[in-house]
């Protein structure tokens, strides 16, 4: 059915609005799943509630099979191939934050229930819960197919509306709400800032649509360069997705929130906000276009703007990171660091049309994301595996000594998992971060590398006490032993990432190909025109494979 | 092949010792090495020694095709010298392993033997991505080794070591990605095959091939260790474990030498034409400063690790006297400084074992108890002090000889960038070395005896196996191929610097027509310039 709606898009006859529906497919499935989670959620029968969570998963698998399946490519976009690959990495880790996710909610009404007490609706969370994470997963796939500012804005405060009750009901503790409160303000703030941003970019150019004949990038390609307000419009765009993406200025919520949150729900926020606000970002410097800043940079203005926030990003992400003992706070910091090195790729862009992967900036930024979507979720399964025996999460660095001695599966999880993160070679997270390398050479940008290189080597620091307290520190006997979670999915959760970094490697040539090719840059109509008639191509090959 | 074997199959026995019982873990481990000696040893055979410039045994396997790397091996004579020496140590390490693991038998060897993977790896490694990876591979297991199994101020030192390598390497990294991508804008792909990538990076202009130099001495200089980013190693060196100490000396610290020799000299060899003379100048207060470090040291491990700093300053003072002489005395001197400082680890930690202490004012005499360990002490330091006839002298005299014969008038001028007085000032160190290894040895081995308060009832509470008063026959097998291998490359080391010759030839190749008096005296700014380019990088 799929192949044949998008079998329809191609035709000439189809309006616009339903042509867009087949490039939705996978957002549909998800939205689907999510009102069937909500329903499922608050019946009665404690069978039926579980079964949500299933749902969500089977909604998640029904997308990301759709979104590999469907159209490959769009027309009138230049970025026509990040769809495919975005969606389906966001249902991947999607899955392996859904199985984190249990038993952040409900846990003493669930009890009570068992103990033979009505189910009280009222005081019940997890259909919203799993509501909101769905709802929240679906606008990130619609930022990855959004060609609107409108669109745009709509999918990332899709994405980051339903974080904000998530952050606040996660826990029963008044931290989580603080932390809620916080992220919500200043979240609104960026979102206002965003919005003031794209008006100015709506004012200068006079459209709200990226790409096409009509559309932003036409505008500013005819002009040669951005002029005054559309340069004031995408600076405010950019300083609010750096919220998103938790960069240098908008990142001093990062640190409280993550660890206000449930540990599952800090995994959430380091991956679906991040992704988006890389999507956005990614979308907004391809209509300005890769050929203003001669050779294949941005105009120097938004450079300039980025190679700071980048600098500063990583440097303040790691420097503060050193000085932190609780795991969640260190991974707080990491996750802005992170973002400050996937920065260099977007400052890279995507070079010449088809020179090969290791010079796509956005590519780099498109592994990346996999690469930390998958390494990073063990860690932090690992923290919400484990709770103190007096209630609460294990969360200082201390707690974690001796960890593969007393329990092996968590301390090698944690140890994998900082190892990646480190970018100790041959892990994924070097290759991410080489790559990253190569597309920040090939754009002569220097100086940015050699910072970047002497911010790994600060994180080394960190990420060492990370490893090395569950695998060279052995645990006093006299503190108190800690309890690990009855609920065996977490673990599972960590298991399949830490599995997985390592299970990649083999395909890693393979996945940078695959990012490169998602980050295509077409600058010219010719080529959306040839990437649509790809498109057909490969739909009319997917209709006659099925 | 045998090359992949040398890497697999410690990588096989850490596995092997792993999953295996407790009890088999050193059995095991010595199994593991013997074999990847004996492999060593057929690849010696196998190696045409005529030819011993080119690259051969070799083989390779696509990794990443798209970024152009592959797992490409390959060894020249020099290289495969180096592996010759790690493969030599190897069992040797673990045999000096037996009585001072008594704990963690199984996490100790299997973090051993996976060592000697990567360290082979560096060696023979043709990519260059390949190579990095291995070379940042070494620093986990020897992070593990010292943190788990040092002594008391361990953790500090771990930590230090792992920091102090883990950024100089990634600066490296960036310079050598420097030249790929240089390389790619030149022939439209992406290739990491160090000889390809040579051509390009001496292609690139001065100031390119300065900052790239620069990038790979931060990496490599810390490895090596070169004043001033030798700090780590002090720290490294007294907190590991004896076997621990013996592969840092024997051949981590060769890594750095090894890359300066494989990268630094044929890839910038303007760079290095233009700043050989600052390089030089931080060997030789390298040399000098440690040595006067070692003479005032008390803890004997202490003293013999700073010696290593020292010692390596002559290595690296012959490599940039850019003259075969220097360059043969130098590669001879990574293979003597192994071989002979290893051997002073093996003896202080023999002595470590019985009394539980480094300490020069505590020890004293001790040749009256253990005369068999005197013996090898003393011959081993003799070796160290460059004792004609001994290896150690052989390749201090060729580094300095090198170093005279650098500034000397040649064909088309200066024929390298030192001269006479590089060669004085550092022989100086010399004759430090001199004062400080015998006044330790006079003090520790010769003279009244004098042992620590309470000797003779501490060995069972520390949890050692108990051992005699002297050395037993298995301590005695792990010194004595050391010690026939520093009287054979002292008395006979022609067939091994004839071997070298070819590859040495290739490298410098890259700096035929360079007159060096170009460099000297045409600016005087440019002195100043060249001492304060290294400096700013490595003061960090």
Redesign the interface.
Known sequence: MMSLLAAMSAGPDVPPMIAKLSIIVPEIVMFVGTCVVLMLGLSKTSTIRRASVGAAGLALIIAGIAAATGPQGVADSLLPHVMPYAKVLIAAVGFILLLLLTGTVDREVEAEADAGKPFDVLRANRAEFYAFFMFSLTGLMLCASADDLIWLFLALELTSLPTYVMVSISTARSRSQEAGVKYFFLGAFSAAMLLMGFTFIYGATGYTQLFGYHSIASVIGAQGSLGPIATLGFVMAIVGLCFKIAAVPMHFYTPDVYQGAAAGVSAMLAFVPKTAGFLGLMLLTSAVGWGLGGGYGLPSELRLLLWVVAALTMTFGNVLALMQRSVKRILAYSSIAHSGYMLVGIIAGPGAWGAGAPGNGLGAVLFYLMSYGVMNVGAFAVVASLEKQSGGEAEDVDDLRGLCKTHPLLGWIMVISSVTMLGLPFAIGFLGKFYLFTAGLRAGEVALIVVMGLNSAIAAFYYLRLAGAPLLEHRDEHEASLVVTAFNSRKLAGLISAVGVLALLPFADRLATLSDHAASYGASSEAAQASASQAEHVDARSVTDH | MMLWALILIPLLTAALIASGPRGAARGTAMLGSLISLFIAGLAAFQFDWGNSGAMQLGGSVP??????VEFSLGVDAVALALILLTALLQPLMVLGSFSAITSDEKTYYAWLMALMAPMVGVFAARDL?FF??CF??TL?PM??LI??FGSTNRKKAA?KF??YT??GS??A??GL??V??KA?AQTG??SWDIATLQMVAQSMSLKEQSWVML?MLAGFAVKIPLFPVHTWLPLAHTEAPTAGSVVLAGVLLKLGTYAVYRFVLPFVPAAVAEYAEAIALLSIVGIVYAGLICWVQRDVKKLVAYSSVSHLGFCVLGMVAINLIGAQGSLLYMINHGLSTGALFFCIGMMYERYHTRSMDELGGLAKKMPIWAFFMGFFTMASVGLPGLNGFVSEFMCLLGTFQSGAEGVGGVRGPLGFWFAAIAGTGMIVAAIYLLYMVGKVVFGPLKEPAGHGHHDDAHGHAHLPQDLTGREIGVLVPLAIGCVVLGVYPTPVLKAFEAPIQHTLAAYDGVNFEDFDGEDDDHGLALVALPAQGEAR
Do not use: C, D, Q, R
């Open positions: 990794f990443l095709p798209s970024f152009g991505l990095y990876v940042e591979l986990v992070f593990i943190s788990l930590i792992f920091l883990f950024t990634i600066l990294l960036a990605v420097y790929a991508w790619s792909a992406w990038a």
